[in-house]
């Protein structure tokens, strides 16, 4: 196989205290505890919205906010769970705290929480390379519609999902020597009577699906 090598020049197009590398569920809700602190933040995400594989995979619910019928785990999810259910976008079941969502109300809500808080997103932003002085990394490169660009940052996280941010940064990686879970096959359904099914609920701790005979 031959190889070309190219050198070109990457505009810069702004500067900001923290960079977000993907927008799911960590991403946008870490973009938005670090712009409530005072910082600027930008956020890249490689698709048109936000929610990662909740909302572009259609994988549901939102699991497990309580355990022994207490709330663990609060903050600004918990936040965007109360707020998405008030909004008519969810559904939240007790005792357990799973989140049953509309993924369209999940991307609305999840950009304009975003927006609310002040942070730049970059839409069909699709990250490409990192640049690097000494262990510290100072920009990343995303390659959009309108070409290559960076963007430097004093802080950058690194919510992928696949940990492509830390592999262009060369930290080293755990590989398991398990096989990885196989896809899962996801839809959604309507126009049923969900009621008319017994138990078929998030409502049981451990338990994902439980008929009684």
Not at 117 to 131: E, F, I, N
Request: charged share 15%; glycine share 12%.
């Amino acid at each position: 196989m031959s190889t070309v090598s190219i050198t070109k020049t990457i505009p810069v197009a702004a500067s900001y205290d923290v960079v977000v590398c993907g927008g799911g569920p960590s991403g946008f809700i870490g973009a938005i505890a670090a712009a409530r602190k005072g910082a600027k933040v930008a956020l890249i995400e490689r698709y048109g919205f936000l929610g990662g594989m909740a909302t572009a995979g259609l994988v549901a619910p939102i699991s497990e906010f309580c355990y022994n019928g207490e709330l663990v785990v609060g903050g600004i999810p918990w936040e965007f769970a109360r707020r998405l259910e008030s909004e008519g976008g969810a559904s939240i079941e007790y005792p357990l705290g799973s989140v049953c969502f509309d993924p369209e109300n999940y991307k609305l809500l999840a950009q304009q929480m975003l927006l609310e808080a002040g942070v730049t997103p970059y839409y069909h932003a699709y990250l490409s390379d990192c640049v690097m002085e000494e262990a510290s990394i100072t920009h990343v490169v995303f390659e959009s519609k309108g070409g290559t660009a960076a963007l430097a940052g004093r802080y950058f996280l690194d919510c992928t999902g696949d940990g492509d941010l830390s592999c262009l940064a060369s930290v080293p990686m755990q590989v398991f020597p398990a096989p990885s879970q196989p896809a899962s096959l996801c839809f959604c359904l309507g126009g049923i009577d969900a009621t008319a099914i017994p138990n078929i609920r998030h409502e049981k701790q451990g338990v994902n699906y439980h008929i009684e005979s």
